[in-house]
């Protein structure tokens, strides 16, 4: 699973300057959890918008914004048949922009994090799907990371990978006109970019924890290449 996100706003920012006309004001964010807000790039009729979306997918034909499964990452082997997330992947798809993701690895009874980032850029563009959920006095839009199965080169880490594309990979991915064939199969385990791993303070397992110390390297850095 990918089970916590970082952005540091420049580099998203930069990245968003490359489809949007107006810019939102992004922040430095800490140790994002799920149910926290994060910023989404996903497509409309009028072109490509930012939006804060909550990182805990809502489907719209829920009866409340509560839900009883965990809904911040959703399966590549299901996505496409799942009664929650069949309709996002469908007619909703989005890119979430992060600085890096934090996996976590047994040690015995201790969970020891991870910080994975980018060995090419600042940016890892992570795919996923969205929802607007309204009811009487509130609208939720919410968005859920697509996992897949973990590439043979991360398995040692982790038995799942969110599912990252290359910059040039978005605008298709983000398209409802795409051929739904083809979308799955980007789907597949893979590494359009290089990745750095290193062990972290486990203060980040706190997700109430935001300063920036949380992420604090506490092992050697290690590098995983990308796919040839």
Request: proline share 9%; aromatic share 10%; glycine share 4%.
């Amino acid at each position: 699973m990918c089970g916590r996100l970082n952005v540091i706003d420049a580099p998203v920012l930069a990245f968003l300057t490359q489809f949007l006309s107006e810019m939102p004001v992004i922040e430095t964010s800490w140790n994002i959890a799920p149910t926290d807000d994060l910023w989404v790039l996903h497509d409309t009729p009028e072109g490509a918008q930012a939006a804060r979306m909550r990182w805990w997918l809502v489907p719209s034909w829920s009866k409340g914004p509560q839900q009883k499964f965990s809904m911040f990452n959703a399966r590549s082997e299901s996505v496409a048949s799942s009664p929650a997330y069949k309709d996002p992947f469908k007619r909703r798809r989005c890119v979430i922009p992060v600085s890096g993701y934090f996996e976590w690895r047994r040690e015995g009874a201790l969970r020891q994090p991870m910080y994975f980032t980018s060995d090419e850029s600042e940016v890892l563009l992570l795919a996923g799907i969205w929802d607007c959920w309204q009811g009487d006095h509130e609208t939720i839009f919410s968005c859920s990371v697509i996992t897949t199965h973990a590439h043979p080169l991360t398995q040692t880490f982790h038995h799942r990978l969110p599912m990252m594309l290359r910059p040039d990979e978005v605008q298709y991915w983000m398209d409802t006109g795409s051929p739904i064939e083809r979308v799955q199969e980007m789907m597949a385990p893979r590494l359009p970019s290089g990745l750095r791993v290193v062990d972290v303070e486990p203060t980040i397992n706190n997700a109430r924890e935001k300063s920036p110390g949380a992420q604090k390297p506490t092992g050697p850095m290690q590098f995983i290449p990308r796919d040839a």
